[in-house]
């Protein structure tokens, strides 16, 4: 089995772009598509991207999804930084016998 | 629209097995996966298995495997998420999850928490 490294949390200002990233400790990040999901204090998890860099309908541009196997990393972009924004982000991925999620992220916005 | 709504909470005791169902609406039940995660209090996510509800497959998380039983009941498009030998490390929200094509998680039911507690 992998695992997927996040950082316990991040912090920014309203208006600014933070980035999160998500870490696979073994195979290759690009093997299998990975998810972000946020969650807010007291609800289910909701997708903001998926397949690497797919956005729900209903989700904002402001928020964006990349791979990089040069770090064997995914992240998650999120311009323009609102109050609203500040949940937990988790990301995802998966491979053939397994679902893997990440250790979640604090955002806080400050 | 996709709706997925759980069973109330509950309270059991050390040893003894809990049983959470996910019932859905607003699509062909059998059509998607459902997907079991976990989270306790402050904690991450946790993912559990996954089943199959046209042909009942399933596949489990090597943690919870010989622990855990999905089932379903396609005629009330109602999956069932059964975990057995509960200790006190079990207390947790338990999610139901449909999940298109084996990647993501696209609609989640609302949660359950179970708590063990003697």
């Known amino acids: 089995n992998f695992m997927l490294t996040q950082p316990h949390s991040v912090s920014e200002s309203p208006g600014k772009t933070v980035t999160i990233s998500c870490t696979r400790s073994?195979?290759?990040?690009?093997?299998?598509?990975v998810q972000w999901y946020q969650q807010r204090p007291g609800s289910a998890p909701t997708t903001v991207i998926y397949?690497?860099?797919?956005?729900p309908s209903g989700v904002p541009d402001r928020f964006s999804g990349s791979i990089d196997s040069s770090s064997n990393s995914a992240s998650l972009t999120i311009s323009g930084l609102k109050t609203e924004d500040e949940a937990d982000y988790y990301c995802?991925?998966?491979?053939?016998?397994?679902?893997?999620f990440g250790g979640g992220t604090k955002l806080t916005v400050l | 629209q996709v709706q997925l709504v759980q069973s109330g909470a509950e309270v059991k005791k050390p040893g003894a097995s809990v049983k959470v169902s996910c019932k859905a609406s607003?699509?062909?039940?059998?059509?998607?996966?459902i997907n079991w995660v976990r989270q306790a209090t402050g904690q991450g996510l946790e993912w559990m298995g996954w089943?199959?509800?046209?042909?009942?497959?399933?596949g489990y998380a090597q943690k919870f495997q010989g622990r855990v039983t999905m089932t379903r009941n396609t005629s009330i498009s109602t999956a069932y998420m059964e975990l057995s030998s509960l200790r006190s490390e079990d207390t947790a929200v338990y999610y139901c999850?449909?999940?298109?094509?084996?990647?993501?998680?696209?609609?989640w039911g609302q949660g359950t928490l179970v708590t063990v507690s003697s």
């Open positions: 995802q991925s998966y491979d053939s016998s397994n679902v893997v």
């Open positions: 073994s195979g290759s990040i690009a093997s299998n598509y």
């Open positions: 607003g699509y062909t039940f059998t059509s998607y996966d």
């Open positions: 089943m199959n509800p046209n042909s009942g497959n399933t």
């Open positions: 397949e690497d860099n797919q956005r």
């Open positions: 999850a449909r999940v298109p094509g084996a990647i993501d998680f696209d609609y």
